[in-house]
């Protein structure tokens, strides 16, 4: 405090002290000046919204808006760059003058907001250029009735601007600043250039905002120098504030005048008129459009502030450089002009300082917001400090690593192992102590098997319970192993037994029988079956029985897996096989019988495919099973791949140190390698999965974790169903591991959209969204999307596989429980299925295009109200502040649903090559309306929009069609639209009195042979008619 009040310091900041000496002696009314256009610069705001999210909000909003608008480059991107911080002067290229503009709205809006926060309220706003948008919402103009609506008005905003820059008659000029010259002076140097450059901004006395058209900038420029004046070429192009922009002076007013609707709560000032906004709404849209058109007048605004009796003056925006100006302006007046930001300084220090003074100067202040979210504690003055090394001990960090949950069905208060992470993530392991030979789990898949049956020596049966707990391993072989819900990350696609872990389980069971003898050959492997495991645990009955010995004596075991089927069923019912093979025993790993062949690509290709090139990319598997390390190069006759050893110790719940008989992840990556090597086009549509080998040669115990190998592919064959490939695999040294003859993978044609999902679950869409184009008169949005995926083919009454691949990948937790309990046919279940989707991504485009942010299909929820209608539901509805309305519909062939926000919607489809019978004409319309059919030309396709129309209405009204369809009348129809009008007559007006006489659009379009409405209804009148109606 001495060294403060000598003058010795200015400033403690490490103890929170500033001093000032700008005490407005005359105190006054506080205004706050949101600055406009060029105050934005790279990394502004950063230390304060990384500490309060409330100013986080804004800019988040401000990318939202963009995304909406179809913009490109976020303004976040380039206000917040990834690199060090920047104190250079905005790209506008990059950003683009849209962006620019939302940038600086972000700045004001996070301020405004944060002083709100902190109970800090203007007696006045003003705003200068665009920071006029913050005025009259500070104000309370506009009347944002939720965050939607001013997502929306900066949305509009965007385009118009975009629109603006390109607008044809408003020209491109040059934006200078002059400073050094009286205003005199100025117009005395700009006259010989006539209407060449004029006067945009009038910042102080000697500081001037000038536009210039092109031709006359270099003589402008020069003349000004010349007259002793400081010019600076600003980062703009267009001519703001001039009479150049009356072109665009329609489009503005058409803006504002949507969101001008209320009386301000404090006075606005115009820096054009230099005085109060006053008048009727009107007035105050044509004063906001002309600003646009007229100079700024900033210096007289300031003087009209102070002799209206505003006395501290604060700044709300980036940069800080309109403080100086005020003080330029009101040099021998009293006042006090605080900037909340400058470019050069601690964002927190310089608020901390601009807080300081504004308490100073009688602002009451809740200091306990700027403690918010920064661990601050009260401090009891009582009590003795606490010593260092208790303060050290406080500061420890605490562990903040959730527990990681594998999968949809694992029981409440369980967790899984963690899996481990993708390969090229994980740090090389210390291969002289990762593993032991001793202390080892032998048989780690029969460790709570049960034996069935069993002669010594000879045959054994055991059972064994599969489930994503004890096997942790499924969670990462799912089709869908990456994140099927960006909501609940428990959630995991269909689980598939993994053919090498098959493998392992027939190799343990044929030990049982032999087990001092290893694994040393594999034949006859098929997998007629896939094993899935959908509810919490699958029971399999794995067998073994002893055959005649090899030539060289080697020991020959059939083994099988055979699914047990329900306990309480027929003893002897014939269960499926899910695998066999014969498993070949032998005292000790053979050596190799001939030398390594040589692989020479045939066609090569350079690929360096490594990490996220292969997953998820190209392949499934989670990253228990992510062991192909690299693949360098492809060819026409194959490839090489390098793999490496992965952690064995989070593949199963009972131990974390298993003795395979095999190495059963490395004997799985053939079948991905050759996955790979036709997939060099990702998510071609067609999706392998392997299906058996003809033999396997073992030549070495499953190696050391982190060992690395190369697995040399050699491509048999590639036919429309089925491909093929032997395989050889040597460690780092080229001793040989294991050799692989006719691999077999099948090959299903899942066709791209669903090879996508399986692959990339929280992105892919199934459905196809129908172009707006189609239905052009639709008065606000409404999304439509028509299920085109799962071909025929692939969803049989014997086989409903993909069917089950698609629910999981798709559906929520409960649905899933509801999906396995229903009955019916596969066509039927597909129909219910498909309609849940087409849903889905109807509210996932909608949340993706109005909120920019993305949700998986299984986020989206689908359930019933009470009156039956589909509702969508889930934790997406606490991001959104729209009411999601939905409505599907399908023939025997085709299913399309919709959503529109904060409305009543109701769709219908019908095929219009159907014949109409004579009597269903007679009672679905009546003759006026038959007649307006055969006057539009379409005949009976106009009856099919007619009905359509119908069906969508009462879908709308969520009723149904119980007064019947003849008392809903359609009175006209624009075929070039697709428009129809329809009126409530008789019982459907009795029933809904609020709709008599009331004309209801409806949309239709055709989409190959289909017929599709749409009718979109307002909430509040539907709210009002059920209110009022008997029928619901």
């Not at 690199?83 to 506008?92: V, W």
């Not at 959209?753 to 172009?771: K, M, Q, S, Y």
């Amino acid at each position: 405090e001495r060294r403060l009040a000598e003058g010795k310091e200015r400033a403690l900041p490490g103890k929170g002290v500033f001093l000032s000496t700008d005490l407005c002696p005359a105190p006054g009314r506080t205004v706050f000046v949101f600055p406009g256009e060029g105050s934005q610069y790279p990394d502004m705001l950063r230390e304060l919204c990384l500490h309060f999210p409330v100013c986080r909000s804004a800019f988040d909003d401000a990318d939202t808006a963009c995304a909406l608008a179809g913009c490109t480059t976020l303004p976040s991107k380039w206000i917040f760059p990834t690199g060090a911080p920047s104190d250079a002067e905005p790209d506008e290229d990059g950003l683009g003058i849209a962006g620019a503009v939302q940038a600086v709205l972000a700045a004001n809006t996070a301020f405004y907001r944060f002083f709100t926060q902190l109970g800090i309220s203007p007696d006045a706003v003003a705003g200068v250029g665009v920071g006029e948008i913050n005025a009259f919402e500070c104000a309370g103009v506009f009347g944002f009735d939720s965050r939607l609506a001013r997502l929306q008005a900066l949305r509009d905003g965007y385009r118009l601007l975009t629109a603006v820059a390109d607008h044809p008659k408003t020209p491109r000029c040059v934006c200078l600043s002059s400073d050094g010259l009286p205003l005199e002076t100025l117009r005395a140097c700009l006259a010989p250039h006539g209407d060449q450059a004029v006067i945009a901004r009038e910042h102080s006395a000697n500081l001037f905002g000038l536009s210039v058209r092109p031709a006359a900038a270099e003589a402008v420029m020069r003349s000004l120098k010349e007259a002793g004046a400081t010019v600076r070429v600003l980062p703009l192009v267009q001519p703001y504030h001039t009479p150049w922009m009356e072109p665009v002076k329609p489009e503005l007013a058409a803006f504002f005048g949507k969101l001008i609707r209320q009386p301000a709560t404090v006075p606005v000032y115009s820096c054009m008129l230099a005085a109060p906004h006053e008048g009727p709404p009107a007035a105050w849209v044509d004063h906001a459009a002309s600003q646009w058109t007229r100079p700024l007048r900033f210096a007289d605004t300031i003087r009209r502030l102070h002799d209206d009796g505003f006395r501290v003056f604060v700044e709300l925006g980036a940069r800080g450089s309109l403080t100086a100006s005020i003080d330029a302006i009101l040099h021998h007046r009293p006042h006090v002009a605080l900037a909340a930001n400058r470019g050069h300084r601690s964002d927190i220090q310089q608020m901390h300082t601009t807080l300081a003074a504004l308490a100073a100067h009688g602002q009451r202040i809740d200091i306990a917001q700027l403690h918010r979210n920064r661990g601050s504690r009260l401090v009891d003055l009582e009590r003795p400090r606490p010593t260092h090394a208790h303060r050290a001990e406080r500061m420890l960090p605490v562990g903040t690593a959730l527990p990681s949950l594998r999968a949809a069905e694992i029981p409440d208060g369980l967790v899984a192992p963690q899996a481990p992470a993708p390969v090229g993530l994980r740090p090389p392991a210390d291969l002289a102590t990762r593993q032991a030979p001793d202390g080892l789990t032998d048989f780690p898949l029969l460790l709570d098997a049960e034996r069935v049956e069993e002669h010594p020596g000879d045959y054994i049966a055991l059972a064994v319970d599969l489930s994503i707990f004890d096997q942790p391993f499924l969670a990462d072989s799912t089709l869908g192993s990456s994140q099927v819900s960006l909501a609940d990350s428990t959630l995991r696609g269909l689980p598939l037994m993994p053919l090498g872990m098959l493998a392992e389980l027939m190799a343990e069971a044929a030990r049982q029988l032999a087990p001092e003898q290893v694994v040393v050959g594999i034949e006859q492997f098929t997998a007629p079956t896939r094993l899935t495991v959908e509810g919490s645990t699958r029971s399999v009955r794995v067998s073994a029985r002893r055959l005649p010995q090899t030539a060289a004596g080697a020991c020959r075991i059939q083994a099988s897996v055979h699914d047990r089927g329900d306990p309480a069923g027929e003893a002897n019912e014939p269960q499926p096989l899910m695998a066999q093979a014969i498993i070949l025993l032998a005292d000790h790993y053979p050596h190799p019988a001939a030398a390594p062949r040589t692989l020479a690509l045939r066609g090569p290709v350079k690929l360096d495919w490594r990490g996220a090139d292969l997953y998820p990319t190209r392949l499934h598997h989670g990253p228990s099973f992510q062991n192909i390390h690299a693949i360098p190069g492809w060819g026409e006759n194959g490839l090489v791949a390098h793999c490496v050893a992965l952690p064995r110790g989070n593949l199963l719940r009972r131990t974390t140190t298993p003795r395979f008989s095999i190495d059963p992840v490395l004997l799985g990556a053939v079948g991905a390698t050759l996955a790979a090597w036709d997939a060099r086009e990702p998510c071609s549509g067609d999706l392998q999965l392997p299906v058996g080998f003809d033999a396997a040669v073992f030549h070495a115990a499953p190696g050391p974790e982190w060992n690395r190998g190369t697995l040399n592919l050699f491509v048999n064959a590639r036919e429309p169903q089925r491909a093929t490939a032997d395989a050889e695999v040597a460690d780092d040294e080229g001793r040989p591991l294991l050799a692989v003859t006719g691999w077999t993978n099948r090959i299903y044609p899942v066709g791209p959209a669903l090879h996508h999902l399986v692959l990339h679950p929280d992105e892919g869409f199934l459905t196809t969204e129908i172009p707006r184009k189609l239905l052009p008169s639709l008065s606000q949005e409404v999304i439509c999307c028509i299920a085109d995926a799962l071909p025929p083919a692939l969803v049989t009454e014997q086989d409903d596989f993909w069917l089950r691949v698609t629910a999981y990948l798709t559906l929520s937790l409960t649905e899933r429980l509801k999906w396995r309990e229903m009955g019916g046919s596969p066509h039927r279940r597909r129909e219910w299925l498909l309609g849940r989707i087409a849903a889905k991504d109807c509210v996932r485009h909608c949340l993706r295009t109005r909120y920019g942010r993305k949700w998986a299909a299984a986020d989206i929820r689908i359930e019933t109200d009470e009156a039956g209608k589909p509702c969508p539901q889930g934790e997406w509805r606490r991001h959104c502040g729209a009411r999601m309305d939905i409505s599907i519909t399908h023939t025997t062939e085709h299913i399309v649903a919709a959503v529109a926000p904060n409305a009543c919607l109701g769709i219908d489809i019908e095929r219009r090559d159907r014949s109409i019978s004579d009597d269903f004409a007679a009672a679905a319309f009546g003759a006026a309306e038959q007649e307006l059919a055969a006057e539009s030309g379409e005949g009976a396709t106009a009856l099919f929009r007619f009905w359509c129309a119908k069906e969508a209405l009462v879908k709308a009204l969520g009723t149904g069609l119980r007064y019947g369809a003849s008392d809903l009348l359609v009175r006209a129809y624009d075929r070039q639209t697709g428009r129809l009008t329809v009126e409530a007559t008789r019982l459907w007006a009795q029933a809904f009195p609020v709709l008599r006489n009331l004309p209801i659009p409806v949309h239709s379009c055709l989409l190959d042979n289909l017929v599709l409405a749409v009718c979109v209804l307002d909430a509040a009148l539907i709210a009002e008619t059920r209110a009022a109606s008997p029928a619901f």
